[in-house]
């Protein structure tokens, strides 16, 4: 696998997770991140994207105020902060990196995606 998410689980409404997208054969910060997300029966969506050039980020309206992409290129992971989560966050989520300046927001042009890890948010 090109890259790996993890930090997963069950969580409270109201709680927090932090998910973390890790990569053993790429060197993540020269690639554009994005993390996305597919609830059953929905399709995947885009939740939340890192420019490779200069760390610039963008969020679908639904997870803005509450998720923060973020990047440690010392360990060579991208992470999403989780805040606030409500029963509409339960989803499998996916990180996903291509080699390309900027953002990127377009779901297909992502060449390297993680198996993804489940999010479910339950009292």
């Known amino acids: 696998l090109e890259v790996v998410e993890s930090g997963g689980g069950l969580v409270q409404p109201g709680g927090s997770l932090r998910l973390s997208c890790a990569a053993s054969?790429?060197?993540?910060?020269?690639?554009?991140v994005g993390w996305f997300r597919q609830a059953p029966g929905k399709e995947r969506e885009g939740i939340a994207y890192?420019?490779?050039?200069?760390?610039?980020?963008k969020y679908v309206d639904s997870v803005k105020g509450r998720f923060t992409i973020s990047r440690d290129n010392a360990k060579n992971t991208v992470y999403l902060q989780m805040n606030s989560l409500n029963s509409e966050d339960t989803a499998v989520y996916y990180c996903?990196?291509?080699?390309?300046?900027?953002?990127?927001?377009?779901?297909?042009?992502?060449?390297?995606w993680g198996q993804g890890t489940q999010v479910t948010v339950s009292s």
């Open positions: 996903a990196a291509v080699l390309i300046g900027g953002l990127v927001t377009t779901t297909y042009d992502y060449d390297y």
């Open positions: 890192i420019s490779s050039t200069d760390n610039s980020t």
């Open positions: 054969e790429l060197t993540l910060a020269h690639y554009a």
